[in-house]
Nanobody
């Protein structure tokens, strides 16, 4: 059974930082690509960043230069380091893997507000 469990969300002031984690089980993690998506209230879920099994990374233009995706294969965990946060980054952040047909985590809330 595939499980993706996100953590690390919370309330942060504009300009602050957070690091999200996504712990995976039920997949061969080192062979798996992983992505972060986010969904703001009343809006569609959108892709934020992705990392391949080989460690190549890609980012949405809206977060490029501020967010960093990384992975630790020994811990079966993918991270999203978020710096210079803006109110428009407020959303529920989801971890996703396309492995075995595609699986989502339950999401973690990030709120950027003063």
């Amino acid at each position: 059974q595939v499980q993706l469990v996100e953590s690390g969300g919370g309330l942060v002031q504009p300009g602050g930082s957070l690091r999200l984690s996504c712990a995976a089980s039920g997949i061969i993690f080192s062979f798996s690509a992983l992505d972060w998506y986010r969904q703001a209230p009343g809006k569609q879920r959108v892709w934020v960043a992705g990392i391949s099994s080989g460690g190549s990374t890609n980012y949405a233009d809206s977060v490029k230069g501020r967010f960093t995706i990384s992975r630790d294969n020994a811990k079966n965990t993918v991270y999203l380091q978020m710096n210079s946060l803006k109110p428009e980054d407020t959303a529920v952040y989801y971890c996703y893997t396309p492995r075995r047909g595609g699986y989502w985590g339950q999401g973690t809330q990030v709120t950027v507000s003063s």
